[in-house]
């Protein structure tokens, strides 16, 4: 059974900086490649960022690029989303996300992933 259990998140002004963690438990977990999506209120599940550990190719989204850095540790099977100029856009509640499938590919979709944290809220607001 694999597990993510995710830290952070919480209130930070417009202009602030916070840094989520996530780390994936279970004994036999290999990860392929761990991400970050995101969920606001009455909108659908958004992808933020990922990092797959062949290469260490981090892909990121418009919406976010130049200002969330995603890193980890494929040894410890843990992720950092650090996260700066934050902006109200970027209020919703923030998943980790793992795979052990290794594809070829840009890991930039819901689908590419088989594991998920509960969430964790980041609200920015003054």
């Known amino acids: 059974q694999v597990q993510l259990v995710q830290s952070g998140g919480g209130l930070v002004p417009p202009g602030g900086s916070l840094r989520l963690f996530c780390v994936a438990s279970g004994s036999t977990f290999s990860g392929a490649a761990m991400g970050w999506f995101r969920q606001a209120p009455g909108k659908e599940r958004e992808f933020v960022a990922s990092i797959r550990w062949v290469g260490r190719i981090t892909t990121y989204p418009d919406s976010v690029r130049g200002r969330f850095t995603i890193s980890g540790d494929y040894t410890k099977n843990t992720v950092y989303l650090q996260m700066n100029d934050l902006n109200p856009e970027d209020t919703a509640l923030y998943y980790c996300?793992?795979?052990?499938?290794?594809?070829?590919?840009?890991?930039?979709?819901?689908?590419?992933?088989?594991?998920w944290g509960l969430g964790t809220q980041v609200t920015v607001s003054s």
């Open positions: 996300a793992a795979t052990e499938l290794f594809r070829n590919i840009i890991y930039n979709d819901a689908g590419h992933f088989d594991y």
